[in-house]
């Protein structure tokens, strides 16, 4: 058993492993801070474990046993005897993909000379933290700066208490058989990327969402596309649905709920409740810190991470903004910056939002409407993928690619994509908005053939009054 009384100098101590904190314990180490990074559970957080990446492997499964079932008339592809060994799926997922990922992650983190600390982290004061390990050990740390990157939970409603067959986005990507019917409560991001999922691995699936569009971050003529793929796969969307209670039936579970004041219900073998995130901010000291908090228990901020105690520093899910990934990493770095004196601020004028549906939505910078509620004077031009060679080539042509300018100097300040491989295609439109480009920068460059990211060049020269393919 360890027990320290003395407490273990550090510079810099990190608090959760997730994509916001180890980058933020790299990007520290590499700008000369002694960095510890402490975890309770496992390296690489929500993301790597349970969320962004195991979800992602699910999908492509998905995906793969979609279409070798059904083969593809279009392509004269036929099939039959197609099998699904999910046990199998699973295996990969966990130890090719997750372990590989978190294992690479640990390695990182060693080889930037970062100590890592198993245990939970609760701060004394400004100065010191305990990390309990297993059974009594405890360790004293004391620290010059602390990041805390603790990320977030799945919320949980009344009358759907996790357990059993009431499961969370962690317990959908874990299940041990594909179930034959599943009901998804929220269809949000996580809501409709593992209810597609799991209906192109076999389930019947049904979606239940509480305001009056699905995926209701994205625009609506971009969900649509989505909502028309779902129908074809014979996925059941509901709106407006207020969902009341499950009632677990031991090999089945009832979901009670109610749409414009009509009461109905539904019974699946699994419910997903999907419904948002809320932030891991109780039982680490804040409040003994006295670091300022929203109501909605969000750290509160300034441009650089810094918390009301100077020395302390939040990032990702539990500061303000989307509970995503990449805004947890940007802002880890900006925090290590600042912490080693260097002018670092946020600036999260590109901020990508993408969902893996299918197919695939990604939003960069400002919708239409919102550059116009700034203010802004814009307008917009779409290309359909219809128009898109490559598309067409992937019997994929089903969406399209939309640019916001500014009128007149024609400097992009939004785009969005709903489509094959949007995720990839529209990584271009960040570095574009990032740098003030306008669309003539992007007409102008010279995009291979055929490629689907052409459509980001047509879409240009159509804000520019002059497509060639439209
Ligand atoms: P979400 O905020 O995306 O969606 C929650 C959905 O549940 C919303 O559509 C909301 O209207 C609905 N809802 C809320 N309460 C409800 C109720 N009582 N009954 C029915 N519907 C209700 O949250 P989600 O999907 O849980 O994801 C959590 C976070 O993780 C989000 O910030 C999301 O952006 C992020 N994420 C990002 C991914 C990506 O970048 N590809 C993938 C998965 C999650």
């Known amino acids: 058993m360890v027990v320290g009384a003395f407490a273990i100098e550090l510079d810099t101590v990190v608090v959760g492993s997730g994509p916001g904190g180890y980058v933020a314990a790299i990007r520290?180490?590499?700008?000369?801070?002694?960095?510890?990074?402490?975890?309770?559970?496992?390296?690489?957080?929500?993301?790597?474990?349970?969320?962004?990446?195991?979800?992602?492997?699910?999908?492509?499964?998905?995906?793969?046993?979609?279409?070798?079932?059904?083969?593809?008339?279009?392509?004269?592809?036929?099939?039959?005897?197609?099998?699904?060994?999910?046990?199998?799926?699973?295996?990969?997922?966990?130890?090719?993909?997750?372990?590989?990922?978190?294992s690479g992650i640990e390695m990182l983190l060693k080889k930037n000379k970062v100590e890592i600390i198993r245990g939970e982290a609760y701060f004394n004061n400004d100065k010191e933290l305990t990390v309990m390990g297993?059974?009594?050990?405890?360790?004293?740390?004391?620290?010059?700066?602390?990041?805390?990157?603790?990320?977030?939970?799945?919320?949980?409603?009344?009358?759907?208490?996790?357990?059993?067959?009431?499961?969370?986005?962690?317990?959908?990507?874990?299940?041990?058989?594909?179930?034959?019917?599943?009901?998804?409560i929220g269809g949000g991001v996580i809501g409709s990327e593992l209810g597609m999922a799991y209906s192109n691995l076999g389930s019947e699936v049904t979606i239940l969402e509480g305001s009056p569009q699905l995926l209701p971050t994205f625009e609506k003529d971009m969900v649509k596309v989505v909502e028309k793929k779902m129908k074809e796969r014979g996925i059941e969307t509901q709106t407006n649905a207020m969902a009341q209670e499950a009632v677990d039936n031991g090999d089945s579970v009832?979901?009670?709920?109610?749409?414009?004041?009509?009461?109905?219900?539904?019974?699946?073998?699994?419910?997903?409740?999907?419904?948002?995130r809320r932030p891991n901010t109780e039982e680490i000291g804040l409040e003994g810190l006295g670091v300022k908090?929203?109501?909605?228990?969000?750290?509160?901020?300034?441009?650089?991470?810094?918390?009301?105690?100077?020395?302390?520093?939040?990032?990702?899910?539990?500061?303000?903004?989307?509970?995503?990934?990449?805004?947890?990493?940007?802002?880890?770095?900006i925090a290590a910056e600042a912490i080693a004196g260097e002018p670092a601020a946020v600036d999260y004028k590109v901020m990508p939002?993408?969902?893996?549906?299918?197919?695939?939505?990604?939003?960069?910078?400002?919708?239409?409407?919102?550059?116009?509620?700034?203010?802004?004077?814009?307008?917009?031009?779409?290309?359909?993928?219809?128009?898109?060679?490559?598309?067409?080539?992937?019997?994929?042509?089903?969406?399209?690619?939309?640019?916001v300018a500014t009128k007149g100097d024609e400097v992009i300040v939004g785009a969005q994509m709903v489509g094959v491989n949007a995720s990839d295609v529209m990584a271009e439109l960040g570095l574009a908005i990032e740098a003030g480009?306008?669309?003539?920068?992007?007409?102008?460059?010279?995009?291979?053939?055929?490629?689907?990211?052409?459509?980001?060049?047509?879409?240009?020269?159509?804000?520019?009054?002059?497509?060639?393919?439209?």
């Open 28 to 102: 520290a180490a590499q700008l000369g801070q002694k960095v510890a990074i402490i975890e309770r559970e496992n390296i690489g957080g929500v993301c790597l474990n349970v969320g962004c990446i195991p979800s992602k492997a699910l999908i492509s499964a998905g995906h793969a046993y979609h279409n070798a079932q059904a083969g593809n008339e279009v392509f004269g592809v036929k099939s039959s005897g197609v099998e699904l060994d999910f046990k199998r799926t699973q295996e990969w997922k966990n130890n090719e993909v997750v372990n590989t990922l978190t």
């Open 134 to 184: 297993e059974g009594d050990d405890h360790q004293l740390y004391s620290f010059n700066h602390a990041i805390i990157a603790t990320g977030s939970t799945p919320i949980q409603i009344p009358g759907f208490k996790f357990g059993g067959r009431v499961i969370d986005s962690t317990g959908a990507l874990n299940l041990e058989e594909v179930p034959e019917k599943l009901v998804v």
């Open 254 to 276: 009832t979901v009670k709920y109610e749409v414009n004041g009509e009461a109905k219900e539904i019974t699946a073998d699994y419910v997903l409740v999907s419904v948002g």
């Open 293 to 333: 908090m929203s109501d909605r228990g969000l750290v509160e901020v300034d441009n650089q991470g810094r918390t009301s105690v100077k020395n302390i520093f939040a990032i990702g899910d539990i500061v303000p903004g989307a509970a995503l990934a990449h805004k947890a990493s940007y802002e880890g770095k």
């Open 353 to 403: 939002s993408v969902a893996y549906t299918d197919p695939e939505l990604a939003s960069y910078g400002l919708t239409e409407k919102q550059a116009k509620e700034q203010g802004l004077d814009v307008h917009s031009a779409k290309f359909p993928l219809a128009g898109n060679g490559r598309a067409l080539s992937l019997d994929q042509k089903e969406g399209f690619v939309r640019l």
């Open 437 to 470: 480009m306008n669309a003539e920068d992007i007409a102008l460059t010279i995009h291979g053939h055929p490629t689907l990211s052409e459509s980001v060049m047509d879409t240009a020269e159509a804000i520019l009054g002059m497509p060639i393919h439209m």
